[in-house]
């Protein structure tokens, strides 16, 4: 009987390869983890900035340049895209209303005032303080909270409300940005507005002399 010759490609035709991670119920790994040493020193590095500002700083082009290299970092390094699935873009937009609320807050909570070398200074009172590192460390409090007992709570309010896990990452991340810059507008606003108003007061004053 003659042999018949098998061509061993015809089973991986008929049954191509499958995917062994098909089947994984794990799922993708999720961007709303344990904080890295990484996260806490930009945290740091911006409550440091805060807390400079306790005493009265000169708003020069320094005090505008340091946060906002600071904020494009931050964008630099965790807002590579944004997510769009389900209602990501609610909670993405929700979140940077809050940030915008507390950036407005603070901003008018910091005390501004005309200073002596045609600049104008500013310093952050407690609620100012508070306002920013409310919106700054948002994010650790978020990774703190789903690495101490409200994971599931978390997983099961995304999974009712259409939110992926990289939603929450990335509307942390623009909440505490639009915070960061839009106080820094108003603080500068303001600090126009002051010299602004000293100017007028000083140009008034050899008229009713």
Known sequence: MASVAVNPWVELKINPRFNPGADDGIGPKEDH?????????????????????????????????????????????????????????????LLAAVGLTLGIASGFATHVRAGENGLAVARV????????IAGIGSRMVFAFAVSHGLRSDITSFSIAHHISAAAWPTALVLMAICEVTTRIAIVQLRGRQAMSEQTAVTAAIPATA
Request: glycine share 6%.
């Open 125 to 132: 009172g407690w609620l100012a303080a508070t306002l920013l």
């Open 33 to 93: 983890g344990a904080m890295t040493i990484t996260d806490y020193l930009i945290n740091a590095i911006f409550v440091l900035v805060v807390a400079r500002q306790a005493r009265e700083r000169e708003l020069d082009r320094r005090s505008i340049l340091v946060p906002l290299i600071l904020v494009f970092f931050v964008a630099q390094m965790y807002l590579h895209s944004i997510p769009t699935s389900g209602d990501d873009l609610v909670l993405i937009g």
